[in-house]
């Protein structure tokens, strides 16, 4: 199957400060890829779709100034956690798939904690 | 109605049982199906797709997809206590045209010894 990496796997960060997390698609290309976030014990919650050289677009009730995505290239998405605070504490996942309709691949995910 | 229904459990089958994870969806356009397994903890991992009415059998596992009545499912054989974990069901949505797909709340599966 295709490899889907994230950077880093964990980060602790002081709230008010921001956190940018990493997602690489390592043997395709992905024009789209998505961020997941997952609190404990809970399902995954889908917050956007990061597409390559455009906006991303953002699910209802996920503040789009809060989480900033880049799709710089078709290997690379960045979710940036702006002015983090503790309730944004949680474990964020990425994932790609290389063809359109077949599967995605997750990345193995960052856990977020903000103190 | 939710877009992916599963039975959030949680199930418990002894070890060598078959276990069987149900899934419905509502999007009669959906094309792709795919099972996931999510160890706690981790990220999800896909363990089967399936894009056609019938079954599609991969080791111990067999997927099962019936689009008129909208529903798919899942057959682990011989469960084991590795199997133990969260499986989540997922199917792609409009507009089709990306990767863009929905996820079932999961069920959680333990396997005894």
């Known amino acids: 199957g295709a490899v889907v990496s994230q950077h880093p796997s964990w980060v602790i960060c002081k709230s008010g400060t921001s956190v940018k997390i990493e997602c690489r698609s390592l043997d395709f290309q992905a024009t789209t890829m998505f961020w997941y976030r997952q609190f404990p014990k809970q399902s995954l919650m889908l917050m956007a779709t990061?597409?390559?050289?455009?906006?991303?677009?953002?699910e209802q009730g996920v503040e789009k100034d809060k989480f900033l995505i880049n799709h710089a290239s078709l290997t690379l998405s960045t979710l940036t956690v702006t002015s983090a605070h503790p309730e944004d504490s949680s474990f964020y996942i990425c994932?790609?798939?290389?063809?359109?309709?077949?599967?995605?691949?997750f990345g193995p995910g960052t856990r977020l904690t903000v103190t | 109605q939710k877009e992916v229904e599963q039975n959030s459990g949680p199930l418990s089958v002894p070890e060598g049982a078959i276990a069987s994870l149900n899934c419905t969806y509502s999007?009669?356009?959906?094309?792709?199906f795919f099972w996931y397994r999510q160890y706690s903890g981790k990220s999800p991992e896909l363990i089967m797709s399936i894009y056609s009415n019938g079954d599609k059998e991969d080791g111990r596992f067999t997927a099962q997809l019936n689009k008129a009545s909208q529903y798919v499912s899942l057959l682990i054989r011989d469960s084991q206590p590795s199997d133990s974990a969260t499986y989540l069901c997922a199917v792609t949505r409009p507009p089709y045209n990306n990767n863009d797909m929905r996820f079932g709340a999961g069920t959680r599966l333990t396997v005894k010894p």
């Open positions: 994932s790609a798939g290389p063809s359109v309709g077949y599967e995605q691949y």
């Open positions: 990061s597409n390559e050289g455009s906006k991303a677009t953002y």
């Open positions: 999007d009669r356009g959906s094309q792709s």
